[in-house]
């Protein structure tokens, strides 16, 4: 089975420094990988998405998320964070064969301080 | 173009009551997913229609939940009789075109969710 491991469940930065939240997922195939984004009051929002071909991919936000198959990661990145940044973000995989369903991490809090 | 709306955004119940949650998918959508998050655990899938068919409902935790999809519109998802464990976030999702296999996808657009607190 799938799974998606987010290893940071809180992470604070200051505005302006560079950001990494960190996913590593477990899928039998090549897997389509995903990051959205909770802000406060909000549904989840899509970021950006790996399928195939180039494993560097850029998102919306000034997000982007590099696919590493050797380490089975997937993790984001931003150079400058904004205070608007500050959300719960959450990696996931999917869909599995035969199911449409996605397996999400854990997610990561981000606080931004100014 | 409105995007998925979920009714209410929060309720707050007894243990033995039931609860009905409503999600209104964006218009044109055939698939339509409920997930589940428990306080700060993961996201898990709980089921999927297309139109007003259960294409899977593995993630479905007994039969205390009853979802239903009348007419392929919108969904409510039934919670009979509430337990504590209960408790969480359930989303809502919706996505184009009808499942024709692994090797298509489509974006699933959340809602924001309603938080259910069971007493």
């Known amino acids: 089975a799938q799974s998606v491991t987010q290893p940071d469940i809180h992470i604070t930065v200051s505005e302006g420094a560079s950001l990494e939240l960190r996913c590593n997922y477990s899928y039998g195939a090549t897997p389509y990988l995903f990051w959205y984004v909770q802000s406060p009051g909000q549904g989840l929002q899509l970021l950006l998405k790996?399928?195939?071909?180039?494993?560097l991919v850029q998102g919306i936000k000034g997000f982007e998320a590099e696919f590493k198959r050797s380490q089975s990661s997937f993790n984001l990145r931003k150079p400058s964070v904004h205070w608007s940044d500050a959300a719960e973000y959450f990696c996931?995989?999917?869909?599995?064969?035969?199911?449409?369903?996605?397996?999400f991490g854990s997610g990561t809090r981000l606080q931004v301080q100014p | 173009e409105a995007g998925v709306t979920q009714f209410p955004s929060h309720s707050v119940i007894e243990k033995g009551q039931t609860v009905t949650l409503r999600c209104d998918p964006i218009?044109?959508?055939?698939?339509l997913y409920w997930y589940r998050r428990v306080m700060g655990k993961e996201i898990k899938f709980l089921l999927h229609?297309?139109?007003?068919?259960?294409?899977?409902e593995s993630g479905m935790p007994n039969n205390r939940f009853l979802a239903e999809r009348t007419g392929g519109t919108y969904s409510t998802l039934k919670v009979q009789p509430a337990e504590l464990e209960d408790s969480g976030v359930y989303f809502c999702?919706?996505?184009?075109?009808?499942?024709?296999?692994?090797?298509?996808?489509?974006?699933?657009?959340f809602g924001p969710g309603t938080r259910l607190t069971v007493l």
């Open positions: 229609f297309v139109k007003e068919s259960k294409q899977d």
């Open positions: 218009s044109g959508h055939d698939n």
């Open positions: 996931a995989v999917g869909p599995d064969t035969g199911r449409r369903a996605l397996t």
């Open positions: 999702a919706s996505s184009q075109d009808p499942y024709i296999g692994i090797s298509s996808y489509n974006e699933q657009f």
């Open positions: 790996y399928f195939s071909g180039d494993t």
